[in-house]
């Protein structure tokens, strides 16, 4: 009960409960899997960190952005537009100069993942743009 109490706050916009998820631990920077998500009319990015089974909309609101990194060095970095309200995850999207990026891992082999319905292009760090 008090886990759905805290998910529907976050989703709200608590801002209490978003400097908490911030604080949580170090552990939310790393280790997030990127996805690319097929849906009947379009295709979409997907942070999802596998340990702590959460998408990355329970630390970020919606319009805000996020960088992805490899050895400290950017290699993407998404706008998070909307959220899937089936799947309840965030909807990313590449910023516009990320757009090749975006368009090769279209075309990689991927592993699919059967809980997520989604295809593995990747694992990153992350760091919150300010």
């Known amino acids: 009960m008090l886990a759905s109490l805290q998910t529907f706050l976050k ?3 608590c801002s209490y409960c978003q400097e908490n998820d911030y604080s949580d631990s170090k552990e939310i920077y790393s ?3 990127l996805y690319i ?7 979409s990015l997907i942070l999802y960190h596998d340990k702590m089974k959460k998408d990355i909309s329970f630390y970020i609101k919606q319009n805000e952005s ?7 060095k950017i290699i993407i970095e998404v706008d998070y537009i909307s959220k899937d309200d089936v799947n ?6 590449p910023h516009e100069k990320y757009q090749e990026y975006y368009e ?5 082999n991927k592993n699919f993942n059967h809980e997520l319905n989604a295809y593995l ?3 990153f760090d992350i760091l919150f743009k300010k």
């Open 104 to 108: 090769n891992i279209e075309k990689k």
């Open 121 to 123: 292009v990747d694992s």
């Open 37 to 43: 998500k097929e849906y009947e009319m379009y295709s």
């Open 31 to 33: 280790n997030w899997s």
């Open 66 to 72: 996020i960088k992805l990194l490899k050895k400290n």
């Open 88 to 93: 309840h995850l965030a909807i990313l999207v």
């Open 11 to 13: 989703n709200s916009g």
